[in-house]
């Protein structure tokens, strides 16, 4: 028999160089990803921050006080548009509900000494006189000083930058009005309107009020807005036994619902 020969196998040397080009990618990869750890761990990636949510409570609104008849206080400076507006806007609700409820105004002003030249007001002297004369019409006139509030502002208001055409129709007012010009000037010159202004002034500072205007209701600060229908109804919200008049529908219209001096 003849003998068979045993057959070698072919070459690997193809096969050996790819497992080796393999274990080199994979030795690589291996190497950067250990740097890559080792770089992060000193400044690892912090964790996303969750912002917890607040939820804000409403600021209670605290309930009006009542009275049988209820206090009324309109703080202004005679001569701030604000004020004026206020004013403006006041006066239907006094004539509405001025039988049933205490309406009144104060001047907010520093007086400095014995005379009106002394009084210290926002827009200067002439508001100070204007002050006095408001609380010395209030004083001898108190059914009048509505009327007169409205004429001025009406009138003489936009003159209050010339004395002498203030002056004119500040008198004119009166003289309309059926009043004695001289008694309000002679009141508000000398001591007795100082007195009643400095009584207005220790009244402004034990409330803290600085801006013109502010309302107070039976000693409660009114935020809301400045319209003849929202006085009359948080007025009427301060009754203890509401009147037939709160019924009646005012405007709601404001000049201007915020600003003051």
Same mark, same amino acid.
């Given at each position: 028999?003849s003998?068979k020969e045993?057959k ?11 497992i080796i080009?393999?274990?080199v ?10 740097l ?33 008849r209820?206090?009324v206080?309109l703080f202004?400076?005679s001569f701030?548009?604000? #004020?004026v507006?206020a004013e403006? *806007?006041? !006066?239907? &609700?006094?004539d509405? @509900?001025?039988a ?16 009106p030249?002394q ?9 100070a ?27 003489c ?10 002056a ?5 007012v009166?003289a309309?009005l ?14 007795? #309107?100082?007195?009643?202004?400095k *009584?207005? !002034?220790? &009244?402004?500072?034990s @409330? ?6 502010t309302l ?9 807005q400045?319209?003849?229908e929202?006085?009359?109804q948080?007025i009427?919200?301060?009754?203890e036994?509401v ?5 009646t ?13």
């Open positions: 028999m003998r045993k070698t196998p072919p070459p690997v040397s193809g096969n050996k160089g790819m080009g393999i274990i990618i994979v030795g690589v990869l291996a190497i950067i990803a250990l890559i750890a080792t770089g992060n761990a000193g400044n690892p990636t912090p964790a996303p921050v969750t912002t917890p949510r607040v939820t804000l409570s409403p600021t209670p609104v605290p309930e009006p006080v009542k009275s049988a209820p206090s206080e202004v400076m701030c548009p604000y #004020g507006q403006n *806007a006041m !006066e239907p &609700v006094v509405l @509900l001025g049933k409820a205490d309406f009144n105004i104060r001047y907010i002003a520093t007086v400095n000494g014995e005379t030249d009084v210290r007001s926002l827009h200067g002297l002439p508001e006189k204007e002050d006095l004369r408001q609380l010395c019409v209030d004083k001898y006139y108190p059914e009048k000083l509505w009327p007169y509030l409205m004429d001025l502002n009406a009138l208001y936009p003159l209050n930058r010339n004395a002498t055409q203030l004119s129709c500040q008198q004119n009166t309309t059926g009043m004695d010009n001289q008694q309000i000037e002679t009141c508000a010159i000398g001591g007795e #309107g100082l007195a009643l202004l *009584a207005d !002034e220790t &009244v402004t500072k @409330l803290k009020v600085t801006g013109s205007p107070f209701m039976n000693g409660q600060k009114y935020a809301g400045r319209t003849p929202a006085y009359k948080a009427c919200a301060r009754f036994t009147p037939a008049e709160c019924a529908n005012l405007s709601s219209t404001a000049a201007a619902s915020t600003g003051s001096c």
